[in-house]
């Protein structure tokens, strides 16, 4: 059994920064491509960043130059740094994980609150 939790989330003006981070636990043998994703009230789960075990990166247009992707394969962790926050980045964030013959799974997600 593996399990992703998220950190970091809050309330935050805008043109404020919040790191989220995600650490994976459980039996890991490795993991591939990692992401973050949001979904804001009334509106699907979008792609926010995601990030392949070479470390090359995919960004949402509307995150481009302000949202940062990273990971750590050795802690499995992926971490999002926002910068430049906006009213509009408000959403529940959710990171995933597709591991190694286990396959796709989620974090229960964390919420992220921008005030004008």
């Known amino acids: 059994q593996v399990q992703l939790v998220e950190s970091g989330g809050g309330l935050v003006q805008a043109g404020g920064s919040l790191r989220l981070s995600c650490a994976a636990s459980?039996?890991?043998?490795?993991?591939?491509?990692m992401g973050w994703y949001r979904q804001a009230p009334g509106k699907q789960r979008e792609l926010v960043a995601s990030?392949?075990?070479?470390?090359?990166?995919n960004y949402a247009d509307s995150v481009k130059g302000r949202f940062t992707i990273s990971r750590d394969n050795a802690k499995n962790t992926v971490n999002l740094q926002m910068n430049s926050l906006k009213p509009e980045d408000t959403a529940v964030y959710y990171c995933?994980?597709?591991?190694?013959?286990?396959?796709?799974?989620w974090g229960q997600g964390t919420q992220v609150t921008v005030s004008p």
């Open positions: 995933n994980a597709n591991f190694r013959l286990i396959g796709l799974r």
């Open positions: 459980g039996i890991i043998f490795s993991i591939n491509a």
């Open positions: 990030i392949t075990k070479d470390c090359s990166t």
